[in-house]
């Protein structure tokens, strides 16, 4: 009997315990070919969780790393804005309809239903139609710039309004700022007693 009761008491124990795990990272940029990569030091980290509002924040140290201890177990989305570098508005749309099913829960909303997928996807293409083009020995160069720094244009402008229009739908404490930020987005599942370990390169900067 005693020895039963001992069983029953360390299976209580850890029945009882807090199931957690850990999540670590290092995040850097690429500052120039010579110099090579940096540490992104005081990039922005959040983790949200997917099965309620738990919410945790971090801030990269100096060598570009965050650490998140003892996070209970679960689906999060994880949420990284460099401190460092900046992306084309494209870029970052891009990044976002890579990413569509984390920010739609980040951000409360379906972005699928805004409707600009399908024209954001057709000006692109048509902008990497346009370098294509300067192969082409029998077409004049300067109307095939003329043409692309057009398009360009007109992609940037649709992705800034496309950019407002998703985050200005979206409860002002989920709103990255600022909006040319790169950031960076991922599903993670945190395992009792294991560590996540997170590498983000978020290469050049655009600006």
Same mark, same amino acid.
């Given at each position: 009997?005693?020895?039963?009761?001992?069983?029953?008491?360390?299976?209580?124990?850890?029945?009882?315990?807090?199931?957690?795990?850990?999540?670590?990272?290092?995040? &850097?940029?690429?500052?120039?070919?010579?110099?090579?990569?940096?540490?992104?030091?005081?990039?922005?980290?959040?983790?949200?969780?997917?099965?309620?509002?738990?919410?945790?924040?971090?801030?990269?140290?100096?060598?570009?790393?965050?650490?998140?201890?003892?996070?209970?177990?679960?689906?999060?989305?994880?949420?990284?804005?460099?401190?460092?570098?900046?992306?084309?508005?494209?870029?970052?749309?891009?990044?976002?309809?890579?990413?569509?099913?984390?920010?739609?829960?980040?951000?409360?909303?379906?972005?699928?239903?805004?409707?600009?997928?399908?024209? &954001?996807?057709?000006?692109?293409?048509?902008?990497?139609?346009?370098?294509?083009?300067?192969?082409?020995?029998?077409?004049?160069?300067?109307?095939?710039?003329?043409?692309?720094?057009?398009?360009?244009?007109?992609?940037?402008?649709?992705?800034?309004?496309?950019?407002?229009?998703?985050?200005?739908?979206?409860?002002?404490?989920?709103?990255?700022?600022?909006?040319?930020?790169?950031?960076?987005?991922?599903?993670?599942?945190?395992?009792?007693?294991?560590?996540?370990?997170?590498?983000?390169? &978020?290469?050049?900067?655009?600006?």
């Amino acid at each position: 009997m005693k020895y039963v009761s001992l069983f029953v008491i360390v299976v209580l124990f850890f029945a009882c315990k807090p199931q957690t795990g850990n999540v670590r990272g290092n995040i &850097f940029w690429k500052y120039n070919n010579y110099v090579g990569n940096k540490p992104d030091a005081g990039a922005s980290v959040t983790l949200y969780s997917m099965s309620d509002s738990v919410k945790l924040d971090a801030k990269c140290d100096v060598q570009g790393n965050f650490i998140f201890d003892k996070v209970p177990v679960g689906k999060y989305i994880l949420v990284v804005r460099s401190q460092n570098t900046t992306g084309s508005a494209d870029d970052q749309l891009s990044q976002i309809l890579d990413h569509i099913n984390e920010v739609n829960y980040i951000t409360r909303q379906d972005i699928g239903k805004l409707g600009f997928t399908e024209n &954001f996807e057709k000006l692109k293409t048509a902008v990497i139609n346009s370098y294509a083009q300067e192969q082409d020995p029998t077409i004049n160069y300067l109307e095939i710039y003329r043409k692309r720094k057009k398009l360009e244009d007109t992609l940037q402008s649709f992705s800034s309004n496309a950019l407002h229009t998703i985050y200005s739908k979206a409860p002002i404490n989920t709103t990255p700022l600022p909006l040319l930020s790169k950031y960076y987005y991922s599903l993670l599942i945190v395992e009792p007693e294991k560590t996540n370990n997170v590498v983000v390169d &978020f290469g050049t900067t655009y600006l």
